[in-house]
């Protein structure tokens, strides 16, 4: 799901970051123990070569993914995605994954669904997938009466986007409308099907496995092309190879960026160390307090609520994310720098990267 989002206006030194701490216990929420292990991860790390994830060997990780971005790309899907599952074929193992991003294009005007979607089309031990996610204009978490009123609009324009890609990648897809939600179905039951990132009006993305390698090669290209601008960003996740592996991936393509992503096991107070490794560019998160809004709003529906700091470039930012507002969204800026004490400024996410 596509939480609702907020973080604060200002930076944090990490002594505030502590201070915070005890105001949330003062609040009566329970703050984790800044000295006890938990997980923090890393995103969007700038590194100049595989060899360099080895600078955080002081602490357990684990999903340990190097990303190639591609800016500005002009070449052929085809044969980048051709040429990383020529090199996964020779070092795939149980734990290896490899996929592949790549923007596409809805062909016409949406007023809730932004123009460009993304797909992916991966390769694991046994089995090949291919994944495509919709980009709606706003989070409308299940639950939320907000926008109901469009309704009818949200469901037909996101029944319209799947089918669109769903015909150019002639899958076995079936698009309905139930109770006022998009629901897809797999023709093909033996064939496992995921839907994932749902919100008031159905799933926003889908992903479909094949024992077939090859089945999605073709096909990704043909979405892809529906891109149209002259450049775009190719993303490539590498996650459970070998340095060996890694060298031979990164000397594929020229003029790529390489970025890590990782979850590290650490304690709170480690934060300004792995920072200091991470550097600027890279960008670290972990999760300080989880609760549910109804221990502080009673007379208010429930919902799940997380804080969270944000670390990048020597400093702090904090961050809340709700399954749902358990306010009205003009009431939730004050409601939170109440709870927090520092300005909070709505920022959802893009789902994207």
């Known amino acids: 799901?596509?939480?609702?989002?907020?973080?604060?206006?200002?930076?944090?030194?990490?002594?505030?970051?502590?201070?915070?701490?005890?105001?949330?216990?003062?609040?009566?929420?329970?703050?984790?123990?800044?000295?006890?292990?938990?997980?923090?991860?890393?995103?969007?790390?700038?590194?100049?070569?595989?060899?360099?994830?080895?600078?955080?060997?002081?602490?357990?990780?684990?999903?340990?993914?190097?990303?190639q971005v591609l800016d500005e790309w002009t070449g052929d899907f085809f044969l980048l995605a051709g040429r990383r599952h020529s090199i996964f074929q020779r070092y795939q193992s149980v734990g290896t994954?490899?996929?592949?991003?790549?923007?596409?294009?809805?062909?016409?005007?949406?007023?809730?669904?932004?123009?460009?979607?993304?797909?992916?089309?991966?390769?694991?031990?046994?089995?090949?997938?291919?994944?495509?996610?919709?980009?709606t204009s706003e989070v409308i978490a299940p639950g939320e009466p907000h926008a109901s009123h469009q309704g009818p609009v949200w469901v037909e324009e996101r029944r319209t986007a799947f089918c669109e890609?769903?015909?150019?990648?002639?899958?076995?897809?079936?698009?309905?409308?139930?109770?006022?939600?998009v629901t897809l179905h797999n023709a093909h039951k033996e064939v496992p099907f995921f839907c994932s990132w749902p919100d008031a009006f159905g799933p926003c993305q889908f992903e479909l496995n094949s024992s077939d390698p090859?089945?999605?090669?073709?096909?990704?290209?043909?979405?892809a092309s529906t891109?149209?601008?002259?450049?775009?960003?190719?993303?490539?996740?590498?996650?459970?190879f070998s340095q060996e592996a890694l060298n031979e991936f990164t000397t594929t393509e020229p003029r790529t960026r390489t970025v890590y992503?990782?979850?590290?096991?650490?304690?709170?107070?480690?934060l300004p160390d792995l920072l200091e490794i991470?550097?600027?560019?890279?960008?670290?998160?972990?999760?300080?307090?989880?609760?549910?809004?109804?221990?502080?709003?009673?007379d208010y529906p429930d919902a799940a609520a997380i804080v969270g700091i944000i670390g990048?470039?020597?400093?702090?930012?904090?961050?809340?994310?709700?399954?749902r507002m358990p306010l009205p969204m003009s009431e939730m800026d004050r409601w939170l720098e109440d709870l927090l004490t520092f300005p909070m400024t709505y920022a959802p996410l893009s789902p994207f990267p």
């Open 227 to 240: 891109h149209q601008l002259p450049t775009a960003t190719v993303r490539v996740y590498l996650t459970g």
């Open 1 to 67: 799901m596509r939480e609702q989002r907020w973080e604060s206006r200002q930076r944090l030194s990490f002594p505030q970051v502590l201070d915070l701490l005890n105001r949330l216990q003062a609040k009566g929420l329970s703050p984790v123990d800044p000295e006890k292990e938990g997980i923090c991860y890393v995103e969007e790390w700038p590194v100049s070569s595989p060899e360099a994830i080895q600078q955080l060997d002081q602490w357990v990780l684990e999903d340990v993914t190097m990303v």
């Open 278 to 298: 991470v550097g600027k560019g890279g960008r670290l998160y972990t999760t300080v307090s989880e609760f549910r809004t109804q221990s502080v709003l009673p």
């Open 97 to 135: 994954y490899c996929s592949i991003s790549h923007p596409w294009r809805l062909s016409g005007h949406a007023a809730t669904l932004h123009p460009l979607a993304m797909f992916w089309i991966g390769f694991r031990h046994t089995h090949s997938f291919i994944r495509i996610r919709l980009h």
């Open 214 to 223: 090859f089945a999605f090669l073709v096909p990704a290209s043909a979405l």
């Open 165 to 181: 890609a769903i015909d150019l990648l002639d899958l076995p897809i079936e698009v309905s409308i139930q109770q006022g939600r």
């Open 261 to 270: 992503r990782c979850s590290a096991h650490v304690r709170l107070t480690d």
């Open 312 to 323: 990048t470039t020597h400093h702090y930012q904090l961050e809340v994310r709700f399954n």
